[in-house]
């Protein structure tokens, strides 16, 4: 049997939580990140200064094609893919409430 060397811990116990840890920190280690959910979260941060639209749609698609084709066992990061289809919607809504404002405001004047 395994010997811990923490003087805490009563002798000839094994701590189980401690092994436990460090098995899932191994196993976040050898997880890979989805790269859906990275290109919609990078995309959707790129939409919010540059170009909205097109990156808006682009992190929308990939942000819902890494949520639906996540695998958690083998995975990590889906919360990239949720982060980048929820700004990329906001892309979207904001560039097209800003077309639609300046198409009311060319009209306006135009009636005028």
Same mark, same amino acid.
């Given at each position: 049997?395994?010997?811990?060397?923490?003087?805490?811990?009563?002798?000839?116990?094994?701590?189980?939580?401690?092994?436990?840890?460090?098995?899932?920190?191994?196993?976040?280690?050898?997880?890979? #990140?989805?790269?859906?959910?990275?290109?919609?979260? *990078?995309?959707?941060?790129?939409? /919010?200064? +540059? $170009? =909205?639209?097109?990156? @808006?749609?682009?992190?929308?698609?990939?942000?819902?094609?890494?949520?639906?084709?996540?695998?958690?066992?083998?995975?990590?990061?889906?919360?990239?893919?949720?982060?980048?289809? #929820?700004?990329?919607?906001?892309?979207?809504?904001? *560039?097209?409430?800003?077309?639609? /404002?300046? +198409? $009311? =405001?060319?009209?306006? @004047?135009?009636?005028?």
């Amino acid at each position: 049997m395994e010997e811990d060397n923490n003087p805490i811990q009563e002798s000839g116990v094994r701590n189980e939580s401690n092994n436990y840890t460090q098995a899932s920190q191994q196993n976040m280690a050898q997880k890979r #990140i989805n790269s859906c959910a990275l290109v919609s979260f *990078i995309f959707s941060l790129v939409g /919010l200064v +540059v $170009a =909205g639209l097109p990156c @808006g749609i682009v992190a929308t698609i990939t942000g819902i094609i890494g949520i639906a084709k996540f695998k958690p066992d083998i995975e990590k990061c889906k919360w990239m893919a949720i982060t980048g289809l #929820i700004v990329g919607i906001l892309d979207i809504v904001i *560039i097209i409430a800003a077309i639609v /404002l300046q +198409v $009311a =405001g060319n009209a306006n @004047g135009i009636l005028r």
